[in-house]
């Protein structure tokens, strides 16, 4: 059963910098999604941004021009670049695998928190 790593969540003052990162247990040798999700309390999770296999991304409208999702192959790891964070931004972070074997696989989160 592949698990998900993730790490890089903290506290930023607004307009900071993080970097989020996600790694699987397992290699994967089957075409792969991967993502981020976030969800505030009180909040439904949402998409934040994906990589296909194809390396196609896709963003969530809020942070289009602030994040950059990528990923590295040889680790199977998926990374997302945070810059511009505002307090909206805060809320745990989950990493999001999808393969057709597998089904959704997500990561245990990891706390972003943008404050003064």
């Known amino acids: 059963q592949v698990q998900l790593v993730e790490s890089g969540g903290g506290l930023v003052q607004p307009g900071g910098s993080l970097r989020l990162s996600c790694t699987a247990s397992l290699s994967i040798d089957t075409p792969y999604n991967m993502g981020w999700h976030r969800q505030a309390p009180g909040k439904q999770r949402e998409m934040v941004a994906v990589i296909t296999d194809n390396d196609d991304t896709d963003y969530a409208d809020s942070v289009k021009g602030r994040f950059t999702i990528s990923r590295d192959v040889a680790k199977t790891a998926v990374y997302l670049q945070m810059n511009g964070l505002q307090p909206e931004d805060t809320a745990a972070y989950y990493c999001?695998?999808?393969?057709?074997?597998?089904?959704?696989?997500w990561g245990q989160g990891t706390q972003v928190t943008v404050s003064s």
């Open positions: 999001r695998l999808y393969t057709v074997q597998t089904g959704p696989v």
